[in-house]
């Protein structure tokens, strides 16, 4: 694993957020509000931030004092955005890789390895939704011991 970041953000407790590339247009704005909800509550929320939706969330979360975790589903980037780099210096942001640098692009099995890692790593799930049978439904099946909450 490679790191960028505040490592102690590591030992706080955690929430993953999951959501699935399609969803409803009810839960992009129900998502959206949950970050709101998040911002400045000190708690802390991993996630791959990768889908169009939760790059929104972590728009939003970025914006807040909250520590953040994101992991990645390839190799450590060498270039961040300012924001990155500033939620970083502000010690609210680890990044998390655990594949090589050598692994430039985002693959099928990269994004589920990243995911198991995410949910082993969390305290608690929020599945703000996942396609029925997809990859991501398939995942939360077999998390065990792990509050899995999700939008009614």
Request: aromatic share 10%; charged share 35%; glycine share 4%.
């Amino acid at each position: 694993m490679e790191y960028f970041g505040n490592k102690d953000i590591i030992k706080l407790y955690k929430t993953a957020f999951f959501c699935s590339r399609k969803c409803p247009a009810d839960i992009v704005l129900k998502s959206l509000d949950w970050a709101k909800s998040k911002k400045d509550n000190e708690e802390c929320v991993i996630s791959g931030f990768h889908s169009r939706i939760e790059k929104d969330v972590f728009d939003i979360l970025l914006k807040g004092t909250q520590p953040l975790i994101m992991v990645l589903a390839r190799g450590m980037k060498k270039r961040w955005p300012e924001e990155i780099k500033k939620a970083v210096k502000q010690e609210k942001l680890l990044i998390i890789s655990p594949f090589d640098k050598k692994i430039t692009y985002i693959t099928q099995e990269t994004a589920n390895k990243r995911n198991e890692i995410m949910a082993d790593i969390a305290d608690e799930v929020f599945l703000a939704y996942a396609t029925p049978n997809g990859n991501l439904d398939e995942l939360l099946k077999g998390t065990k011991n792990k509050t899995i909450e999700a939008f009614e």
